[in-house]
């Protein structure tokens, strides 16, 4: 068997997707603990100078879960093992909003070296 580029590069755009959902969530978070912040400081009740935060962590765990799924799956189709589970960090890097192409690309190159994986 001949072994060929598109697993690794599917593999590592998988992990560099991962990686901008995680920086993403965590960039989420620092955001909602600032603007929590800045809410007590300038004098509302504490229940509503709170909300921001869990708001903010609503959206950021789901980006943590899928980020954390896409850098495993990325790993394994880099090293060529598990096919399904490097597929699934392949669909997973679809959803940093920003770069949908990298998830897109990721699917392609783990698809097109399905044969490569034990």
């Known amino acids: 068997m001949q072994r060929s580029w598109k697993p690794v590069t ?3 755009l ?3 997707a991962g990686t901008l959902n995680i920086t993403f969530a965590v960039f989420l978070l620092f955001f909602g603990g600032i603007l929590a912040a800045m809410l007590s400081t300038i004098g509302l009740p504490a229940l509503l100078s709170f909300l921001p935060f869990p ?3 609503g959206a950021a765990i789901p980006l943590v879960i899928l980020g ?3 850098i495993v799956g990325g790993a394994y189709a880099v090293r060529r093992r598990v096919w ?3 597929l699934t960090g392949a669909i997973c890097a679809l959803f940093p909003p920003q770069l949908t192409i990298l998830g897109v690309l990721a ?3 783990v698809v ?3 044969d490569e994986f034990i």
Do not use: E, R, Y
Request: hydrophobic content about 60%; glycine content about 14%; proline content about 5%.
């Open 68 to 70: 954390t799924i896409s």
């Open 112 to 114: 097109l070296g399905k």
């Open 14 to 16: 998988s992990i560099v």
């Open 10 to 12: 599917g593999g590592v």
């Open 55 to 57: 708001v903010f962590a």
């Open 84 to 86: 399904p589970l490097a």
């Open 107 to 109: 699917i392609v190159f």
